[in-house]
């Protein structure tokens, strides 16, 4: 089991079985980004809206580079049977992988096991997982933790969000201030001196000397 994944740790590798048949996580990734996402048990209420929306938003991910991949304490079988079920509730058509961990290795090697409720566990006794969140680059390396509780769906905009950010920040000196949107003004980052900041962002503003404004640039 493992509890010490942190933003920057290299992101676990599996081979497991998915909707789409077997996978190894890290080839799966390749040279992109991916979004990997857990529920708690198939055929749940909100995890079928979570999913719908995904793969309704999946050219929006493609856009960005992004793979997404699912995670369910469930077989293969039961998750196809699920995806008919998410295509026919949301209009959905659901495509990407949903990784098959009915004994739970791939959700102890994430942490995504759920210890806030110890009455949520299957029929066997094992303990289901919450839904996580996690972004990771191309280099393999966790760029995002969330956890939701169960009573929460997820914000698949928020997510889109994050990822915009991150990669901006990646290719340019600047970091994004709060509820930011891309094609919004970023806080050029400290690093940064002034004289560089002019030939940078010609038309920076200052509104304090630690918090500096500035047009987005094209990436």
Known sequence: MSTSLRLGSKAPDFTADSSNGPITFHDY????WVVFFSHPDDF????????????????????????????SANDTVSHKAWIRDIDEVTG??????IIADPERSVALAYDMIDHQDASNVDQRGLALTIRS????????RIRLIMAYPASTGRNS??????????????????????????????????????AE????FPSYRTVKPYLRFAPMRNQ
């Not at 959905?92 to 992988?97: D, E, G």
């Not at 094609?183 to 050029?188: A, L, S």
């Not at 900041?197 to 940078?200: D, E, P, T, Y």
């Open 29 to 32: 990734i390749g040279d992109s």
């Open 44 to 71: 749940t209420p909100v995890c079928t809206t979570e999913l719908g929306e995904f793969s309704k938003l999946e050219p929006e991910f493609a856009k960005r580079g992004t793979k997404l991949i699912g995670l």
């Open 92 to 97: 959905s058509k659901l495509t990407f992988p």
């Open 133 to 140: 969140v996690y972004i990771i680059d191309p280099k393999k």
């Open 157 to 194: 905009a928020e997510i889109l969000r994050i990822i915009d950010s991150i990669q901006l920040a990646d290719k340019q000196p600047v970091t994004t201030p709060v509820n930011w949107q891309k094609g919004d003004d970023v806080i050029i980052a400290p690093s940064v001196s002034n």
């Open 197 to 200: 900041a002019a030939k940078l």
